[in-house]
């Protein structure tokens, strides 16, 4: 893959078992927060399942879509698109109430120093999204940080291990996660909270920083020495997959690769193949936050891109100079300030 087009086509490409599960859920696909990293693959994923299956089935996605061109990109790929800005109660009110919701929005980076809106994105607006899509199926994107940092060995939170998470953008994820599930049970609303680190695409995440750091041969820290990562088109199936499996009490699903990657061994197979030797700074630690997706990869099957060819697909992007977002993800912070 040489250009976003390939790359972005790659990835909204459906399974066979993703248009087998379109067929069997009923109404239209509302995508809230569709403006995301994630958001306009996983949307026209779907879209690209409906029509195969030869369904007639919308995929609607819902923005602010106050700059850029993605309004246009989305629509010519036959995504309908809603301009609304969500925290403004008179514009959610007029969305339409459609049986299939998988809700995206949220704050994460910059939520040090702007506290109040972090907790405004991902605790209060949730009640007001639950409140208006009473009795559809929702996914809520969440996050591993509502775990706490574990023992490398131990493989892993999975969905019954107590939540502790550290910092604002933890604590206010798992208010997001809780406040759904007050309204699920509250209305009887079919939920899946979709546990997700990290989503890795060519342009962004763990892997593209790991690779750039080997290649520019800039210090990588090893404070936190273990990841889960797993491709960003296998983690949108997931979640499009998950609304058959949403339902009250909520349903509770991590999502993530099925190893634990030791940071340094990463490194080492980037530097193998840019021919460099990676530059370390600081140790591994005894913990680090990770995920066991051992039930999702029940529910839904390993994922389809493995872990090498995400290394060597992100190591051939690095050397010919391939675009990138500029959205850290900070895997190595462990405090929880974002």
Known sequence: MKTVEELENLMTQPS?????????????????????KMGPTLAI?????IDAAGLDKK??????????TLKDELESAGVETIACDLLDEDELKKLP???????????????????????????????????????S????????????????????????????????????????ERVFTYFSQRDNTPLAIFRLNYAIDMRYGVLLEIAKSVFNETPLDLSM??????WQGDANEYAIR???????????????????????????EFGRLFDKNPVFVGEEQENALLNNASKAHQLFGYPRVSIREMIEWI????????????????????????
């Not at 994923?45 to 399942?49: E, H, Q, T, V």
């Not at 050397?319 to 300030?337: C, M, S, V, Y």
Request: aromatic share 8%; net charge neutral; glycine share 12%.
């Open 16 to 36: 066979a078992a993703l248009i087998d599960d379109l067929v069997k859920l009923e109404g239209n696909i509302m995508v809230l927060g569709i403006g995301g």
């Open 242 to 268: 998950s609304l058959l499996h949403a339902s009250s009490p909520p349903t509770i699903i991590n999502v993530t690769g099925p190893e634990t990657l030791s940071v340094r061994w990463l490194a080492k």
């Open 137 to 176: 199926n929702i996914v809520a994107f969440s996050t591993g940080n509502v775990y706490p940092l574990v023992p490398v060995y131990a493989n892993g939170c999975d969905e019954n291990h107590p939540v502790a998470p550290v910092g604002e953008y933890g604590q206010s994820s798992l208010g997001r």
């Open 45 to 49: 994923m779907a879209k690209r399942a």
């Open 59 to 68: 995929v609607i996605g819902v923005s602010r879509f106050s700059n850029g």
């Open 97 to 135: 109430v459609e049986k299939n919701v998988i809700y995206m929005a949220g704050n994460k980076f910059g939520t040090t120093g702007n506290e109040h809106f972090t907790w405004a994105m991902n605790t209060y607006l949730p009640g007001r999204v639950a409140e208006h899509f009473k009795g």
């Open 315 to 338: 190591a051939d992007w690095v050397a010919n100079d391939g675009e990138t977002i500029n959205k850290p993800t900070h895997f190595q912070e462990r405090k929880g300030e974002f």
């Open 225 to 230: 020495g273990h990841v889960n990562v797993i």
